[in-house]
Nanobody
Framework: QVSLVESGGGLVQPGGSLRLSCAAS????????MAWYRQAPGKQRALVAS???????YYSESVRGRFTIARDNAKNTVDLQMNSLVPEDTAVYYC???????WGQGTQVTVST
């Protein structure tokens, strides 16, 4: 059974940073393509960043240069470092085993004054 549990969300001021972590069970993250998505109220769930097994990286244009996706193999996690946050980053953030129905439960990120 695959389990993904996101953590690290919260309230942060514009310009601040957060680090999200997706703790995986039932899979080894280094053997899987992983991704972070986000869904804002009234919006479709959108891909934010992905990391393939050959280390190919993808970032959406809105986060490129501000966010970094990385595996932490020692912890079996997939992390999303988010810097220079703006209110438009407010959303529930989900991790996913790419191409599968395996999603985490989501963690709320709110960027606001």
């Amino acid at each position: 059974q695959v389990s993904l549990v996101e953590s690290g969300g919260g309230l942060v001021q514009p310009g601040g940073s957060l680090r999200l972590s997706c703790a995986a069970s039932g899979i080894i993250v280094s053997r899987n393509a992983m991704a972070w998505y986000r869904q804002a109220p009234g919006k479709q769930r959108a891909l934010v960043a992905s990391l393939s097994t050959d280390r190919t990286l993808y970032y959406s244009e809105s986060v490129r240069g501000r966010f970094t996706i990385a595996r932490d193999n020692a912890k079996n996690t997939v992390d999303l470092q988010m810097n220079s946050l703006v209110p438009e980053d407010t959303a529930v953030y989900y991790c996913r085993v790419s191409g599968t129905p395996n999603w985490g439960q989501g963690t709320q990120v709110t960027v606001s004054t």
